[in-house]
């Protein structure tokens, strides 16, 4: 029979105990007001519950899928913004960082989003949302650094997050097979975060849409092989 071991049991009563004393008292305020769940991400940056699964190597707290789950269901609970922020943070910006990224990525953009920093992960656009291979971001090398030309939709932590896994076409040719990842930076010259979606519930994530519009962005930026961005998204 299944049964949860005793770390797993001390996760999810830590996560509720942060959830119900500390994130729940703050979600409708932030919900009403569309406010982005400021000290509710902060107390869990705190426990590190922001990069659960990431290696203690990097500065997690390397632990197992159902822990990581019972904290989200706990968290979730509370508050249905924080726990989207959450799991884009674990799910969508870390656990491809670290799966995917060189030793000096995961030390340069992997370890800020530890306690700090949020991550985001920019896949879909206004025209390819089920079918993200019908993508028209485009990447071209310059030299050693890529520019990045397009838009992306729907962006969960969009404005609020520093890092931003972007997936962008190399060889259009190759249609799906032809797509890569990148790292993006706010602040990146030519990164744009566009107005933030006014939404029917979980009204307190931040959903965004982003440009780049001759987006340049230094080579170690790529994430994985080029061509391997779909396999990285999946
Ligand atoms: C709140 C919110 C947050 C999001 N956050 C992110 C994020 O952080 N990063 C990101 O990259 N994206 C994000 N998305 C985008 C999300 O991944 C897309 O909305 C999703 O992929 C669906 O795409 P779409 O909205 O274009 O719908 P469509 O692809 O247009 O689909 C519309 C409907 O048609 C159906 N459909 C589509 N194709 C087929 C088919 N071939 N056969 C049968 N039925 C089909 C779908 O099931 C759906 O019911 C977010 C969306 C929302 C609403």
Redesign the pocket.
């Known amino acids: 029979m299944f049964k949860l071991n005793e770390d797993q049991l001390l996760i999810k009563e830590t996560a509720r105990d942060v959830a119900q004393e500390q994130i729940a008292p703050l979600a409708s305020d932030y919900d009403k007001k569309e406010q982005f769940p400021v000290k509710s991400v902060k107390y869990l940056q705190e426990l590190g519950f922001m990069a659960m699964m990431v290696s203690e190597e990097y500065g997690g707290s390397g632990l197992d899928t159902v822990s990581y789950a019972l904290a989200m269901e706990e968290i979730s609970a509370a508050c249905a913004s924080t726990g989207v922020t959450m799991s884009?943070n674990n799910s969508?910006y870390a656990y491809p960082v670290e799966a995917f990224g060189t030793h000096e990525q995961k030390q340069k953009y992997l370890e800020p989003i530890i306690s700090d920093h949020i991550g985001?992960?920019?896949?879909?656009e206004p025209d390819a949302?089920?079918?993200p291979a019908a993508m028209t971001t485009k990447a071209v090398k310059d030299g050693d650094d890529w520019i990045l030309n397009g838009s992306?939709?729907?962006?969960?932590?969009g404005g609020e997050a520093d890092y931003y896994v972007v997936f962008a076409i190399t060889d259009a040719e190759k249609k799906h097979k032809g797509i890569s990842t990148f790292i993006v930076k706010k602040g990146d010259p030519g990164f744009e975060i566009g107005a933030k979606e006014h939404?029917l519930g979980?009204r307190a994530?931040s959903?965004t849409p982003l440009s780049m519009d001759s987006c340049r962005i230094p080579g170690d930026r790529l994430l994985g092989a080029e061509g391997d961005g779909f396999k990285i998204a999946m």
């Open positions: 884009v969508l985001a992960f920019a896949l879909s949302g089920s079918d992306k939709m729907w962006i969960t932590n939404k979980i994530s959903t």
